[in-house]
């Protein structure tokens, strides 16, 4: 508990599980750092999948949570590929599913940052060109977390990590608009601060076929140096700065902010440790980026940004998902 709050106050993990409105597939008893929202956010996104879904689960924290066959933490049936071929495990079992007639079986990646943005990336991008059928979540705690914090191309500028220990020097890399890029049907972000959010975005990638993504940003407690009950808090505090928007795309086109943007940055980098060794310059340059981002996201999502688009504008190549 933190020293501020009262001691009949539920733990805000407590209470975030108990808005869990679904039978749970994750059990309790996993090897999760105690108090991460990686667990958390899964048992979200099972729990509105449903019991008729296969997961993937690459090298991870996730891949621990899950814990070795017959242990396994989840009660539905998981492969554990490589960590560079998770979308392409998908992609083989989606088709075998079917050969089975099993067609609504969801096959759903819970994979890493690191096993998403750099060594799983090509073969996602591959699947997402053939639009196969399985909705891809990264579980983003910008690093590489379960073997040490180390760097990821998602981790931000100037933070520290275990390999970075001077602050990174380049910027996060931009998976949301890589993969709507690809012209996918779905791509989302979503956030456990942002329960009811997460819940309808994990339904609407359900209900739509092809190449479906969501992007869950989790704050690692160990690699963040969060304190142990922060990790929900600085969820909200993301996006509540605009460092971690709430927006989907659509087929590459259509996009819909979901969130306002109401605190300073200061206020989300205060709460970590691994910004700690920042000057007021790198500060304010961080600030900068988050308000160009913004800028841009707010102009993407403008009502009139597909007015543009002239009818007589060759259709988008039609594809169906494999
Ligand atoms: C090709 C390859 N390189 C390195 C590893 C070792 N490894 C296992 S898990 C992991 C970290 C994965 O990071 P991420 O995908 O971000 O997941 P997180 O642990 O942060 O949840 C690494 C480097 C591996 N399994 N395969
Ligand atoms: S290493 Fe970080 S992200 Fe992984 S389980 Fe622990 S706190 Fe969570
Ligand atoms: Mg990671």
């Not at 209470?15 to 597939?25: Q, T, Y």
């Not at 994979?111 to 891809?136: K, M, V, W």
Request: proline share 7%.
């Amino acid at each position: 508990m933190h020293p501020t709050q009262p001691m009949h106050a539920m733990h805000p993990i407590a209470a975030a599980n108990a808005a869990l409105d679904a039978p749970p597939m994750l059990c309790a008893g996993h090897a999760a750092c105690p108090g991460c929202i990686d667990a958390l956010s899964a048992r979200h996104v099972l729990a509105a999948l449903g019991p008729d879904t296969v997961a993937v689960i690459p090298p991870s924290c996730m891949a621990i949570i899950a814990g070795p066959q017959p242990y396994s933490s989840l009660k539905i049936p998981v492969y554990q590929p490589t960590l560079e071929a998770s979308a392409a495990a998908a992609s083989g079992l989606r088709r075998a599913l079917n050969a089975q007639g099993r067609r609504d079986t969801q096959v759903v990646v819970l994979a890493g940052d690191g096993g998403t943005y750099d060594i799983g990336l090509q073969c996602l991008s591959s699947a997402a060109e053939r639009n196969e059928d399985f909705i891809y979540v990264c579980l983003d705690n910008e690093g590489y977390m379960n073997t040490g914090a180390q760097k990821s191309s998602s981790t931000p500028q100037h933070a520290w990590t275990g390999s970075t220990p001077a602050g990174k020097q380049t910027g996060k890399k931009n998976l949301v608009e890589i993969m709507a890029a690809h012209g996918v049907p779905y791509v989302a972000t979503a956030s456990a601060g942002h329960l009811a959010d997460l819940r309808r975005k994990v339904a609407r990638a359900r209900e739509l076929r092809g190449t479906r993504v969501l992007v869950l940003l989790i704050p690692c407690l160990d690699g963040w140096g969060l304190a142990d009950d922060m990790g929900l808090a600085a969820a909200r505090l993301a996006v509540e700065t605009g460092a971690f928007p709430l927006y989907e795309v659509e087929d590459g086109l259509r996009y819909t902010l979901n969130s306002q943007r109401t605190r300073p940055l200061a206020d989300y980098l205060a709460l970590q440790g691994r910004y700690r060794h920042l000057d007021a310059a790198e500060r304010a340059a961080l600030q900068e980026q988050v308000n160009l981002g913004w800028a841009r996201l707010a102009r993407r999502a403008a009502p009139d940004t597909l007015a543009d688009l002239s009818p007589t504008s060759p259709a988008p190549q039609e594809r169906t998902p494999c």
